[in-house]
């Protein structure tokens, strides 16, 4: 079955950084474009960041901007988001999300908590 699970969440200071990966199986990783979201109570989900099949392109929230770099692995099935510079923000739920051929699938999330 599809699976994907995110990891390396956690409380960090304003200033900080961590480093999500999302672990994926149960589909073609590889022509699904991968992206993180985040849900911050009271707010709607919204894009963080996304990365083409290849790994060629990548685009971002305004928000985020110059802090977070998205990556993948295709040999792996694996994504990350690296976060620097992390504000308090970004505390948030983020998810990780694959898509392709209007498919979607959803991670359960990991908790991002950045104190000031």
């Known amino acids: 079955q599809v699976e994907l699970v995110e990891s390396g969440g956690g409380l960090v200071q304003a200033g900080g950084s961590l480093r999500l990966s999302c672990s994926t199986s149960?589909?073609?990783?590889?022509?699904?474009?991968m992206a993180w979201y985040r849900q911050a109570p009271g707010k709607e989900r919204e894009l963080v960041a996304a990365?083409?099949?290849?790994?060629?392109?990548?685009k971002y929230g305004d928000a985020v901007k110059g802090r977070f770099t998205i990556s993948r692995d295709n040999s792996k099935n694996m994504v990350w988001l690296q976060m620097n510079n992390l504000l308090p923000e970004d505390t948030a739920v983020y998810y990780c999300?694959?898509?392709?051929?209007?498919?979607?699938?959803w991670g359960q999330g990991t908790q991002v908590t950045v104190s000031s």
């Open positions: 990365i083409s099949t290849l790994g060629s392109n990548s």
């Open positions: 149960g589909f073609t990783f590889g022509i699904y474009i």
């Open positions: 999300g694959a898509h392709s051929y209007g498919y979607t699938y």
